[in-house]
């Protein structure tokens, strides 16, 4: 199918989504402009029509622009009335008060990003990790996201580890060959973790949920502090992930 592509909505697009790969980051006018290849005086008057529609706000001293939570708040609309989510959440609630960590379910959003469309608390800790609905991560530090990408094939691959640029810890995939083995490896085993990739400390196990011809449609992850995740409950964690997994895949057919 051809598209005719509009140049303006097209390079409105490009903004959010580079900003999206890290919805918490600030970014100044040069750099938005030099990462995607436009000309300062077009990225500005983009960033101050999104700032009146309250897409955008400004930080860092009113030098730099960040995302509001204005898309968050649309994406979770739009999940509101998804069955998967409402299998979910009974899913997800079985798995918590079995192995009391918090329990997330992931959507692909773009194609280097994963969203966080729905969670179920732990409340068996007081020392806890806990991530808002509509929250965004890059698939290279993220074990859900991972797990949905991981039949694609390693020339896409490549383009998603270069659209995920950002470093966030020391455990953050730095190379391209380490992005591609943790996929291929992903894909074999039918689960793949994080560990502290995104945030120090914070480590998780994730695995894929399939429709009923078998492509990958969403993925659930178990998240749980690094103090909790070793030895024997994070056996428990995997077994969990890939069970919660399987029902979740059960009910697609």
């Known amino acids: 199918m051809e598209y005719k592509i509009v140049p303006a909505a097209d390079k409105v697009v490009r903004?959010?989504?580079?900003?999206?790969q890290s919805p918490t980051g600030a970014y100044g006018v040069t750099e938005i402009a030099q990462q995607l290849g436009l000309n300062k005086g077009t990225v500005y008057p983009i960033l101050?029509?999104?700032?009146?529609?309250?897409?955008?706000?400004?930080?860092?001293?009113?030098?730099?622009?960040?995302?509001t939570n204005r898309l968050v708040g649309l994406?979770?609309?739009?999940?509101?009335?998804?069955?998967?989510?409402?299998d979910f959440m009974l899913v997800g609630a079985e798995?918590?008060?079995?192995?009391?960590?918090?329990?997330?379910?992931?959507?692909?959003?773009?194609?280097?990003?994963?969203?966080?469309?729905?969670?179920v608390l732990s409340t068996a800790h007081s020392l806890r990790v806990d991530l808002?609905?509509?929250?965004?991560?890059?698939?290279?530090?993220?074990?859900?996201?991972?797990?949905?990408v991981c039949e694609y094939d390693d020339d896409v691959l490549v383009g998603i580890f270069h659209q995920c640029a950002t470093r966030y810890t020391q455990a953050t995939i730095r190379s391209q060959e380490e992005f591609l083995e943790e996929i291929h490896t992903a894909r074999q085993q039918g689960y793949a973790f994080n560990m502290a990739e995104m945030e120090q400390g914070?480590?998780?196990v994730g695995s894929p949920i399939r429709n009923a011809q078998g492509t990958i449609i969403a993925a659930i992850n178990i998240v749980a502090p690094q103090i909790r995740f070793s030895g024997e409950h994070r056996e428990e964690l995997l077994e969990a992930?890939?069970?919660?997994?399987?029902?979740?895949?059960a009910l697609r057919r």
């Not at 903004?15 to 999206?20: D, G, Q, R, V, Y």
């Open 48 to 67: 101050q029509t999104l700032i009146y529609h309250q897409w955008v706000e400004k930080s860092g001293g009113g030098s730099k622009y960040s995302l």
């Open 75 to 86: 994406s979770g609309n739009l999940l509101k009335g998804d069955r998967l989510i409402s």
């Open 241 to 249: 992930v890939q069970r919660g997994a399987e029902r979740l895949s």
């Open 95 to 119: 798995l918590e008060r079995q192995c009391g960590e918090l329990i997330n379910l992931h959507y692909m959003y773009g194609m280097s990003t994963a969203i966080l469309a729905a969670r």
């Open 132 to 148: 808002p609905v509509g929250s965004m991560i890059p698939i290279t530090a993220s074990s859900a996201g991972k797990c949905l």
């Open 15 to 20: 903004i959010i989504e580079f900003m999206a």
């Open 202 to 204: 914070v480590y998780s």
